[in-house]
Structure formats: structure tokens, C-alpha cells
């Protein structure tokens, strides 16, 4: 039995309960409680298993991700390395042409050196001649050429 008044105080409403009836509300609570446990444990279970799924659905995710990088850096080591050889082969072929043109400059500054020594030759020998038919001693002579200076040594030797 149960007597409750409004807020104001004016009205009375007596409620009178049945033994029964308060037992069967004391069983439904219990139900309650336990439906209660029993959803909220279904709710738990249900949580883990979707983050069971969602975890799952990253790692794969981190998986293919990390698949993708390491593709991603094998073509750009590949491509490195094309880069590279091509820069060595660029500059080996400049460097043959440097040491090419090098050695055609040397060869070209002795040609020219020989040729200067090689008219100073004419020349004596042509005086020479004039005198040698003079004198009758005979000319000998030396040329040492470095790419710096020309050594020219003549000797008359007499007879």
C-alpha cells in the first residue's frame, strides 16, 4: 500500500498493492537485470568483435600501404640509378673528349716544334752547303723537343 500527494499537497492518491502484484514487479526487475547483463554483455561482445574487424581492416590496410611504399622505393632507387649511369656515362664521355682533345693540342705543339727544328735544319744545311765546299768538315748535330723548349746542338767537326 502506497500513498502519494502532489506537489501542491491537495490531492491524495492511495495506492493499495496487491502481495502478488509487487512480487511479480520484484521478478520483472530481476529479469530486467538480468536482460539487463545479458545485453550489455552481448553489447561488450559485440563491441570487441567490431574492433576486432576494424583492427584487422587497418593492419591489412598498413599491410598493403607498406606493400605500396616498398614498390614505390624500388622504382625510385631504379630510376636513381638509371640517373646515375647515365650521369657516369655523360661523364666519362666528356672526360675522353677532354683527354682527346689534350693529347691532339700536345701532338699539334710538337708537330709545330718539329717543324720549326726541321726548317733551322734546312737552313744550316743549305748554308752549309755553300760553306762545305770551302772548308770540307762535316756537321753533326742533336734536337731534343719537350713540350716546353726545343734543344738544338750542332757540332762541326773537321776532317
Excluded at 536482460?35 to 587497418?58: E, F, P, S
Excluded at 748554308?127 to 713540350?147: D, E, K, M, Y
Amino acid at each position: 500500500m502506497g500513498i502519494k500527494f502532489c506537489s501542491e499537497g491537495h490531492l491524495i492518491v492511495i495506492i493499495i498493492e496487491d502481495s502478488t502484484q509487487k512480487k511479480e514487479k520484484q521478478s520483472q526487475k530481476k529479469k530486467k537485470k538480468k536482460n539487463g547483463k545479458k545485453i550489455k554483455a552481448a553489447i561488450q561482445i559485440q563491441a570487441w568483435w567490431r574492433g576486432t574487424l576494424v583492427r584487422r581492416t587497418l593492419q591489412h590496410a598498413a599491410l598493403r600501404a607498406w606493400i605500396i611504399q616498398c614498390w614505390w622505393r624500388m622504382i625510385l632507387m631504379r630510376v636513381m640509378e638509371k640517373k646515375r649511369r647515365a650521369a657516369l656515362l655523360d661523364y666519362a664521355s666528356r672526360e675522353r673528349a677532354v683527354v682527346k682533345l689534350q693529347s691532339l693540342v700536345r701532338m699539334w705543339r710538337i708537330h709545330w716544334r718539329y717543324c720549326q727544328v726541321l726548317n733551322a735544319i734546312y737552313v744550316i744545311q743549305c748554308h752549309w752547303q755553300c760553306h762545305n765546299c770551302q772548308t770540307c768538315a762535316s756537321l753533326r748535330g742533336h734536337c731534343v723537343i719537350t713540350t716546353t723548349h726545343l734543344q738544338f746542338h750542332i757540332e762541326i767537326m773537321n776532317n
